[in-house]
């Protein structure tokens, strides 16, 4: 399984982005996707995960201004970043894993690469 992030850039403050992760490979035992991200000098946090059902989570600090999706046909998970903060700029990963709880320890079987936010006040 591989998984590919893209879409980080920089942006000033209050606009938006839109991260995307294509999942490529043996994905049929692939049921839940999430963003994490890493900040300078900070430890990577879980960002929003979703199960293939559709539940979402999100951390406290970006609910409400992040969303994330997921297209099935394409098999790409996205994260919607909207009213961004300097404080959001970080190293975004994206993740998947068979077993949700995997995600919500930071314990992802499969991650990929990360694309780097750079808010600007």
């Known amino acids: 399984v591989q998984l590919q992030a893209c879409g980080g850039g920089l942006v000033q403050a209050g606009g938006s982005l839109r991260l995307s992760c294509a999942v490529s490979?043996?994905?049929?035992?692939?049921?839940?996707g999430a963003w994490y991200r890493q900040g300078p000098g900070k430890q990577r946090e879980l960002v929003a995960s979703i199960i293939r059902g559709g539940n979402f989570n999100y951390a406290d600090s970006v609910k409400g201004r992040f969303t994330i999706s997921r297209d099935n046909a394409k098999n790409t998970v996205y994260l919607q970043m909207s009213s961004l903060k300097p404080e959001d700029t970080a190293l975004y990963y994206c993740?998947?894993?068979?077993?949700?709880?995997?995600?919500?320890?930071?314990?992802?079987?499969?991650w990929g690469q990360g694309t780097l936010v750079t808010v600007s006040s």
């Open positions: 490979g043996s994905i049929f035992d692939i049921n839940n």
């Open positions: 993740a998947a894993d068979q077993e949700f709880h995997r995600l919500m320890v930071l314990a992802p079987e499969y």
